[in-house]
């Protein structure tokens, strides 16, 4: 809602106008075409978070000079991976579905009545 808003459409939606002035916007109400009052943020709004990717930052990276020493069977048995590999199978690193897994896949019968 650029520009003021009414008493009226401040009345209707001002829980959506308390949020956008937590935000760090500045809301202005008018009467008729007066602007009155001003909703403004008390504190600062505060910055976001981003989030991060973080989990293996301690892991050194690794580059192809690890595999120098490697023949080619070994490099394409690496590549392929194993039977519990998680990038590999659908379920993660099971080789079977957990119940938990498939019973949203399931569609239900109706039952006879």
């Known amino acids: 809602m650029p520009g003021p808003v009414t008493i009226h459409a401040a009345k209707t939606h001002l829980s959506v106008l308390v949020a956008r002035a937590e935000a760090g916007e500045t809301i202005v109400i008018a009467r008729g075409n007066t602007p009155v009052p001003k909703l403004v943020p008390l504190h600062p709004p505060a910055p976001v978070k981003r989030r991060t990717f973080g989990c293996l930052a301690h892991l ?12 080619e069977a070994e490099i394409t048995a690496w590549e392929a991976g194993h039977l519990g590999d998680p990038l590999r199978s659908p379920w ?3 080789s079977t579905p957990t119940p938990a897994l498939v019973w949203p896949l399931q569609r239900r019968r109706p039952t006879p009545r």
Do not use: K, P, Q, T
């Open 60 to 71: 050194d990276l690794v580059g192809e000079e690890a595999m120098e020493g490697w023949s």
């Open 92 to 94: 993660g690193s099971c």
